[in-house]
């Protein structure tokens, strides 16, 4: 797989369950500071390709958490997070993506909270859809 040479934007993400019928609170962010920092709570200014891939994949991959956790039996804590980073870069003049996920599972055990992160990264149809074509990594906190 081909590493970034240049990162050119970040899109950042921050992505909890509000426990509300399983709606997913979005927070998004950009490489440029706090200035840009969008949350999808009125009419919004225009986001990122980079923002929008992270938040619509860092929502379907926090779901395919709660899926995995459930079949496992594991119950999740309240405070459950996951932050998605997707950087747009070049490596000489092509342009590629690259992508790191930051999970927060406090109160599970780290080995448990692994396995359910990378277990979700093979549920989630946006992780299924990227493998093998940018360059993933799940970080468990």
Known sequence: MTQIETVLSTG???????GR???VDLQLSSSAGPADDLAFTAVLAHPTAEQLFAGAWSSCYILAIGLVAQEKKVKLPAD???DVEVDLGMTGSAYFLQARF???VP???RELA???A???HEVCPYSKATRGN????????
Request: glycine share 10%.
């Open 12 to 18: 950042k993400t921050h992505t909890k369950v509000n």
């Open 21 to 23: 019928g399983g709606h």
């Open 80 to 82: 459950l997070a996951v």
């Open 102 to 104: 930051n999970v927060s």
């Open 107 to 109: 109160g599970v055990a």
């Open 114 to 116: 692994e396995a359910i």
């Open 118 to 120: 990378h277990e979700a």
């Open 134 to 141: 940018i360059d993933v990594v799940v970080n468990v906190a």
